[in-house]
């Protein structure tokens, strides 16, 4: 095995290199995933979602299309596109948020490395961390240009990584087949009132592309522009004091009494990163046709960020003036605010995507892709200062966290081959993936974290991880009816340049290398043209990512908050699906079964009482999801989709914490449930309306959040949401909506949005 290969080098050994924005027709729905992994044929009704994905694919997956998107549900940023599909749960703070990560059937919103987003087969998901700051690039692709959302369900599929054990996301956008131009402008606005927050938080977004094709050549030009001002991201909050206050302590006023999320009393003391986001995404797509069947392609993607963080204090003196630090007396008793308590920054990030593409999709018994990413970190920069407010506001001593130079990069080759050919007997997938992720943060003291420069270090964190995969997978029709999928996924991982430092000292990580095998297999019966049952067990690894491995900090010499020797987590899934084709919809029900060895989770170490991200032994989680997808219900015009997903996760085995042995894993719901309706009325007119409903869930390991209905807690979920499209000429579309119409006041530890009013006027020619 060659070690430490580079794009690069691969880029120079192929000639033509492609693009992972594959540019495809509209009609050709299955061009996104090779055909290898064909299911049994389903038969679905014209407006109920067919997926992108072949039907043949050895796993459950859910779509949803263009035209049900425009219809019936409210995207401003792309994620909202899949919030209505069976078992999805998308933790959004607010519009524009960054950090929007997605949870699924056994994966909750804190292990965002157990799914995989790709736009066109270029990869959105950041695998730099496994939290909610590494949330998938979303922002990258706007909802303009999808086609179509697919979500697979686990990792039976050996074309997939590991990452994949809780979904994989396919979105599929579209290339012009004539000159085209889009425009649209959206506002949005809500009324949120929480403690002492009772304010109007609104903002606008901008979109335009150009499209056409001449010939052999098509091409797509992009821009959009989001001004986004979201209420508080958190409360400064403190335990109820037991410490009497001495006369040296300010007296103030203004601090809120309630219970904290372990039940205990507590204190709120004002608001901490009220967050205002300006975002501009660019993006160029160049495609040309060497032949009927044969296209390269290249994408530039560009995406900038300015953002402002700023904080309020409830406390006031006895002057009416704020208090942001010191000694304060609280009715009597003393707390301390820190200089930093109440949190604001400003950040500025600009990254870059490239991707570039070749393939041959009608190679007579072979069709074949070349695909490379790269994703570039330009520059990412977080000023904070280290003083108190008020005089903070103006300058001075603080901080800026750099992380220039991070990103990955990915490369694939893939190649199908039909022995009999593409109807025949066996139906063939082989390929090779490499990627390569790399983290780089300096965070430096500056005079003035305004405007200043970097001057001394504080502390420095940086690591590579490299994968190299080969795959082999066959699906073999041994009878008309039944279908075998066998594959398999062979693993190289390497972590190295691993280090961690503070202001005087730096440590070096020893190099790590490791080779896993994944096995898989499903096995399908189309037992009647309209009932088909499938049976599907995977093994997957997902490697640590390099923040769990090497983003940490050195105290007196020894290294605190990582640990370089994780263990890769360690699934063996099951699914058995029955689907029951309807005629006008489909019904399917699943069990799905999960057994996570060395789950990677942040938790307390019983022993050692250090905090970190560290193996749990052993995890259970199984479940029974439901879903229903139907058109023309009852009317002519009427869709429904609509799912139910019970839940069971439990933590079995913990060495380093035995007293979480039988809790629930963290942000796992135990109950799920979604229902959409869409209503076209006429051509001119239609309806949408959709309600999301997610039942009790803890946010730790010790499930000692008991208090599950107030800020800091994951409390349950009750949201309507409704929508109204008018058509009033050829060109031109109003569209408006209600974002959580029933005002349910719900927090996945940050609060989240309340009713909020969104209307859109969009021009297409």
């Known amino acids: 095995m060659i070690k430490k290969i580079t794009i690069s080098t691969l880029l120079l050994g192929c000639s033509g290199l492609a693009i992972a924005e594959d540019v495809v027709s509209p009609q050709a729905d299955t061009a996104d995933i090779p055909a290898t992994q064909m299911e049994s044929m389903q038969i679905r009704a014209t407006a109920v979602a067919k997926p992108a994905v072949p039907v043949n694919l050895p796993a459950t997956s859910e779509g949803v299309t263009s035209k049900q998107i425009q219809d019936g549900i409210n995207v401003i940023n792309t994620e909202d596109a899949i919030k209505y599909l069976p078992s999805v749960q998308v933790r959004k703070r607010y519009i524009g948020d960054t950090n929007s990560p997605v949870s699924t059937r056994t994966s909750g919103t804190l292990v965002t490395s157990r799914t995989l987003v790709y736009a066109d087969h270029v990869l959105l998901s950041n695998f730099l961390g496994n939290g909610a700051s590494f949330a998938p690039r979303f922002g990258l692709v706007s909802p303009e240009e999808i086609e179509r959302i697919d979500l697979i369900y686990g990792p039976y599929s050996a074309l997939y990584p590991g990452n994949s054990i809780g979904s994989v996301i396919q979105m ?41 094709r001449q010939g052999d050549f098509s091409w797509r030009l992009s821009a959009n522009k989001l001004n ?9 909050q403190k335990p109820e004091s037991t410490t009497l206050a001495v006369p040296a302590n300010k007296i103030v006023s203004g601090a809120i009494f309630d219970l904290g999320v372990d039940g205990k009393p507590r204190v709120i003391l004002g608001e901490n990163n009220i967050t205002r986001t300006i975002q501009d995404q660019a993006k160029v797509k160049l495609a040309y046709d060497f032949t009927p069947s044969i296209q390269a392609a290249y994408t530039l993607g560009y995406w900038q960020e300015d953002q402002n963080e700023k904080a309020k204090s409830y ?11 010191g000694n304060v007396n609280i009715n009597g008793f003393r707390y301390t605010l820190a200089n930093t308590n109440f949190i604001i920054g400003e950040r500025d990030r600009e990254h870059f995507m490239h991707s570039l593409s070749l393939h041959d999709k009608d190679a007579g018994n072979w069709d074949w892709e070349v695909v490379a990413t790269k994703y570039n970190f330009n520059k990412d920069i977080y000023r904070q200062p280290l003083i108190a407010l008020p005089a903070a506001d103006a300058g001075g001593a603080g901080q800026i966290a750099d992380s220039e130079g991070t990103g990955w990069e990915t490369f694939d080759l893939r190649t199908n081959y039909y022995p009999q050919g593409k109807d025949g007997e066996h139906q063939i997938s082989l ?24 001057t001394t270090r504080r502390s420095a964190f940086a690591g590579k991880t490299q994968t190299q995969a080969i795959y082999a997978q066959d699906a073999w029709r041994f009878s008309p009816n039944w279908k075998a999928t066998i594959g ?49 067990i995977g093994q997957a690894y997902r ?21 370089p020797n994780l263990k890769p987590e360690n699934a063996v899934s099951t699914d058995l699906t029955v689907e029951r084709d309807l005629g006008n919809g489909l019904l399917r029900a699943s069990y799905f079964h999960e057994n996570m060895k060395d789950a990677l989770i942040s938790q307390t170490n019983a022993y050692t009482l250090v905090t970190n991200i560290q193996n ?38 913990n060495k380093n914490n035995p007293e979480t042995i039988g809790n629930e894993q963290p942000r796992i719901p135990n109950f799920r449930a979604t229902l959409s309706a869409t209503y076209r009325q006429n051509d001119k007119l239609s309806y949408g309306m959709g309600l999301r409903y997610i039942g009790d869930q803890y946010n730790t390991l010790e499930n000692n959040d008991v208090n599950r209905g107030d800020y800091g807690s994951t409390s349950k979920l009750f949201m309507i949401d409704v929508r109204a499209n008018y058509r009033f000429s050829k060109n031109w579309r109003l569209s408006a909506g209600i974002e959580n119409l029933n005002n349910y006041k719900f927090f996945a530890f940050n609060s989240a949005p309340q009713r909020t009013f969104l209307t859109e006027l969009k021009f297409d020619y």
């Open 228 to 236: 986004s001002a979201a209420m508080p991201q958190a409360y400064l």
């Open 172 to 212: 599929t956008t579209r290339m012009p087949e004539k000159f085209e131009a889009h425009a649209s402008i959206q506002a949005f606005t809500q009324n949120y009132e929480l403690y002492k927050t009772d304010e109007n938080f609104s903002g606008t977004q901008l979109s335009a592309s150009l499209g056409g």
């Open 616 to 653: 749990i032994d052993k995890i259970r989680t199984q479940g029974i999801e439901l879903a229903y997808q139907g058109a023309d219900v009852a009317i002519n015009g009427l869709d429904l989709v609509g799912s139910l997903t019970l839940t069971r996760s439990r933590i079995l085995e």
């Open 488 to 536: 398999g996924r062979w693993e190289n991982w390497e972590a190295f340049d691993g280090s961690v430092a503070n202001a005087t000292s730096k440590l070096s990580f020893a190099s790590r290398e490791d080779n896993f095998f994944s096995p898989k297999f499903s096995l399908s019966y189309q037992a009647t043209p309209v009932w088909m049952l499938r049976g599907s």
């Open 431 to 454: 390929g090779y993936h490499l990627d390569e992720y790399v983290l780089e943060t300096l965070i430096s003291n500056t005079a003035n974290w305004k405007t200043g420069s970097a």
């Open 543 to 563: 490697m640590p990512t390099v923040s769990e491995l090497f983003q940490g900090s050195i105290t007196a010499g020894t290294i605190v908050n990582n640990d």
């Open 315 to 325: 406390l006031r003196d006895n002057a009416g003036n704020p208090v942001f630090s």
